[in-house]
């Protein structure tokens, strides 16, 4: 599956962004998809994760209550909606899909976006 992200910016602090991830290739509801995100100068962690059906999500403790993911499997879409953005959100995140289920280790996901750059501006 390709994936694609897009939605990312320049937000000051306490702002709203949503980000997008197109995907195409086999189908996106075989996939439990997640976002993650990676700082300069840090690793790659799970933002938050959401299942093949949209069920079910998952968040990281960090973002929990300010952002939401949800998923359109007819447009083989995903999103993540976060409110009440901190300069400590800026990153550069990325949508990510695994065939197994949801999963808050970046090393349990197979397919990878390219990156999408969020600026929170204090």
């Known amino acids: 599956v390709q994936l694609q992200a897009s939605g990312g910016g320049l937000v000051q602090a306490g702002g709203s962004l949503r980000l997008s991830c197109a995907a195409s290739?086999?189908?996106?509801?075989?996939?439990?998809m997640g976002w993650l995100r990676q700082a300069p100068g840090k690793e790659r962690e799970f933002v938050g994760a959401?299942?093949?059906?949209?069920?079910?999500?998952y968040y990281a403790g960090s973002v929990r209550g300010r952002f939401t993911i949800s998923r359109d499997n007819v447009k083989n879409m995903i999103y993540l909606q976060m409110n009440s953005l901190k300069p400590e959100d800026t990153a550069v995140y990325y949508c990510?899909?695994?065939?197994?289920?949801?999963?808050?280790?970046?090393?349990?996901?197979?397919?990878w976006g390219q990156g999408t750059q969020v600026t929170v501006s204090s």
């Open positions: 959401i299942s093949r059906s949209g069920d079910n999500t």
């Open positions: 990510a899909a695994n065939p197994r289920g949801i999963t808050s280790l970046p090393s349990n996901y197979n397919y």
């Open positions: 290739g086999r189908p996106f509801s075989a996939y439990a």
